[in-house]
């Protein structure tokens, strides 16, 4: 089972690196890195991954990830190399993934037209400009089309597909390999569940960030 990666300026580290840790995992996977050129891609806080291989040399797949991060807003739109790069590979996967603001490349591709999807709380708007009804629910799967929520989101919907690639108890040996059992120290990990000012500082290190 081939499973790539595409990389990108400023992408989220955990989008990638937490559904790789499941993915990797499966029976028979092979895990792809690419990039629109084959080399090392930064993340948003400047740590780096190998891309392997250039997409262009990848033609079929059959599991897509597309990780999130402040790049998406850069490459979001209709002639950029990555999403037309998603736009054909999606007529060969068996799923087509996106994790956090990675939605907004499926977006771009056409994937997400006329399906529910989800993503980040704070890029809701961008979801739905691409003809998406957003759902604030952590894991959303649309026929082949799965998306998740924010950053951490991206390890459910790992196990998600490893649950439909290679049956359930092969996600749950999974889970427990990686010992995957959240007990967080904070009650404020969704934006239903955050105080307003825990919100306001968050939208306030985003808007920075993009600045």
Known sequence: MRI??????????????????????????????????????????????MADVALDDIETCDIVVVPGGPGTEALAHDGDPVVGWVRGVHETT??????????????????????????HWASVDRLQS???TYSA?????Q????????????I?????????????EIAKAIQLGIEYDPQ?????????????????LVRSVIAARDA
């Open 94 to 119: 068996t799923w087509t993934t996106s994790v956090c603001t990675g939605s907004e490349v499926l977006g771009a591709a056409g994937v997400l037209r006329g399906l529910e999807a989800t993503t």
């Open 143 to 154: 026929g082949k089309v799965v998306t998740a929520a924010g950053v951490s989101s991206g």
């Open 130 to 132: 691409f003809g998406a």
């Open 4 to 49: 790539v990666f595409p990389l990108f300026d400023r992408f989220t580290a955990l989008d990638a690196v937490g559904p790789y840790e499941v993915l990797s995992r499966l029976p028979e996977a092979e895990i792809v890195f690419a990039a629109t050129t084959a080399g090392l891609v930064r993340t948003d806080v400047g740590l780096g991954l």
């Open 184 to 200: 967080p120290p904070f009650d404020s990990g969704s934006v239903a569940k955050a105080a307003p000012a825990t919100i306001d």
């Open 137 to 141: 629910r952590r894991v959303v799967v």
């Open 156 to 168: 459910d919907m790992a196990l998600t597909l490893v649950g439909m690639a290679a049956g359930e």
